[in-house]
């Protein structure tokens, strides 16, 4: 067993999930990863299975009954990964939008560097975005910078989804008072590691717009992440640390 897992949520990532197994597992750094499926009807788990086959004891699978979204994924990832005693857990899309070689450097942040959370951040310097629509890359930008302004974390991409946590940030947060299953789920963790006083450290990446398999992204995602930053808010958002 590695000291660090990639969880990769999947739901009809057939077109890419074996090649994105392969690219992790051929960096200079060994990861193990856990692919956390949710019932893909396109057979996804059972490409994964066959690759489990190559890669004993570092590719496991959690196959979960219905697509509940992709804040409960993680959650599910996160317990497993603690019970299984893994020192950095790190949230990846199976898609390829975000780099597998950025994963070296987003361990180094934590491992060498200090942070407690370390993220993957398209915002930190300028707008590091390709093949995204400008309407699409405007709805991102500014919902950080919303997200930023209502809640003063001191964080350039508060939605980001390619995130390392050390073991001990996702022992302190309370999980079951986790709200949101979107993109409001990601500022949620974040906020809650800040207020929790760990170190947050963004590091630059270029995230890239995914070539094969259809985008989960909808309206109602990004209405969760900015009304949701609203409730959160009116409901006493500093106090919601556990």
Request: charged share 25%; proline share 3%.
């Amino acid at each position: 067993m590695q000291d660090t897992l990639v969880i990769i949520p999947t739901y009809n990532e057939k077109e890419n999930i074996e090649n994105m197994v392969k690219a992790v597992f051929s960096l200079e750094k060994s990861f193990d990863i856990l692919v956390v499926d949710d019932n893909s009807p396109d057979g996804t788990a059972e490409i994964v299975k066959k690759l489990q086959t190559a890669y004993p004891n570092r590719l496991f699978l959690e196959i979960r009954k219905n697509k509940n979204g992709l804040g409960t994924a993680y959650i599910h990832g996160f317990k497993w990964a603690l019970s299984k005693k893994y020192n950095y857990i790190i949230e990846m899309d199976a898609d390829f939008s975000h780099n597998p070689k950025d994963l070296i450097r987003l361990y180094r942040a934590c491992n060498d560097y200090g942070a407690d959370v370390s993220i993957g951040s398209r915002y930190s310097k300028g707008v590091n975005v390709v093949n995204w629509p400008m309407n699409r890359v405007l709805m991102s930008y500014f919902a950080s910078k919303y997200v930023r302004f209502i809640t003063r974390i001191p964080i350039h991409d508060t939605t980001a989804g390619f995130v390392c946590y050390k073991r001990e940030v996702l022992e302190t947060i309370n999980f079951d008072r986790i709200k949101f299953i979107g993109y409001a789920f990601q500022i949620e963790m974040k906020f809650k590691a800040w207020k929790h006083g760990f170190n947050i450290k963004e590091v630059s990446v270029i995230f890239t717009d995914r070539t094969l398999g259809e985008s989960k992204m909808d309206s109602s995602i990004i209405g969760e992440a900015i009304f949701g930053v609203i409730k959160m808010k009116l409901k006493g958002l500093p106090k919601s640390t556990q």
